[in-house]
């Protein structure tokens, strides 16, 4: 299958600071990438689609970019609330394979 | 916009199935596409499957090939997961998720709450 690789596993930084988590698909799918947020205990929560396209009701904090392999999220201004996990998804074609997640924590 | 029920916690031994019900309310649906996603605790999400009821089509990841079947029933707006052979590795949070069937491919936007399986003896 093909592999998303995020980087880094994990992140600790102060509010209002920029974050910045990237994802890297083993082949080519141009801008079919998706980031998700999910907080302990609670259903993942779709930010981004077409690698850069905020999905409704997301703060405008939260950007994305990239296509073809490389992608990125990021945070403008760090927010208490955002401490979670966050995973990029592929979903040109199946199989839709998940990164293997980023957790945000709040120093 | 649809809005997906699952099926409440189970609890299964070792050697045993599992069938995993997600319900879609307030949306056509086959106007969509429907994903199982898994979290085994502690870990990260894994995808299992696709299905596209308006074409009858279904993919699995290549792990739970034979072994998961996901149906899906136009009369009752529901969507199926069977799982056999269970082992304490299925142990995991099961969602399901879904997407515009059209002008795609789409995101995942539209999730339910989840299902807890747990398997041991």
């Known amino acids: 299958d093909i592999q998303m690789t995020q980087s880094p596993s994990s992140l600790s930084a102060s509010i209002g600071d920029r974050v910045t988590i990237t994802c890297r698909a083993g082949?080519?799918?141009?801008?079919?990438l998706a980031w998700y947020q999910q907080k302990p205990g609670k259903v993942p929560k779709l930010l981004i689609y077409?690698?850069?396209t905020l999905q409704s009701g997301v703060p405008s904090r939260f950007s994305g970019s990239g296509s073809g392999t490389d992608f990125t999220l990021t945070i403008s201004s760090l927010q208490p609330e955002d401490a979670a996990t966050y995973y990029c998804q592929k979903y040109n074609s199946d199989p839709h394979t998940f990164g293997g997640g980023t957790k945000v924590e709040i120093k | 916009q649809v809005q997906l029920v699952q099926s409440g916690a189970e609890v299964k031994k070792p050697g045993s199935s599992v069938k995993v019900s997600c319900k879609a309310s307030?949306?056509?649906?086959?106007?969509?596409?429907f994903t199982w996603v898994r979290q085994a605790p502690g870990h990260g999400l894994e995808w299992m499957s696709r299905?596209?009821?308006?074409?009858?089509?279904?993919d699995y990841a290549q792990k739970f090939q034979g072994r998961v079947t996901v149906t899906a029933d136009k009369s009752t707006n529901t969507v199926y997961l069977e799982m056999s052979s269970l082992t304490s590795d299925d142990t995991a949070m099961y969602y399901c998720a879904s997407a515009s069937a059209f002008d795609g491919p789409n995101a995942f936007d539209i999730w339910g709450q989840g299902t807890m399986v747990s398997v041991s003896s």
């Open positions: 077409a690698a850069s």
């Open positions: 299905i596209i009821p308006i074409l009858a089509i279904t």
């Open positions: 082949e080519v799918i141009g801008t079919y």
């Open positions: 307030g949306g056509t649906f086959t106007s969509y596409t």
